[in-house]
């Protein structure tokens, strides 16, 4: 997966229990748009990130990032 900094990125919870978390991506530190990313979360959290299968990109609007 490709992503570009003002991408949203979710990450599916893995049990009934828990739920999803949403984030922003702030800035993409592999080559081509690929992890690992530096995200903001909606709760403020910040961190380095590699995701697994078990995420998802929504393409953010120009201008975005941060």
Known sequence: MKAAPGDRIIIRGHTVESSDR????????????????QVRFDDGHETILFPGGDFVVERGEPGEAG
């Open 22 to 37: 949403h984030g922003r991506i702030l800035e993409v530190r592999g080559a081509d748009g690929a992890p690992p990313y």
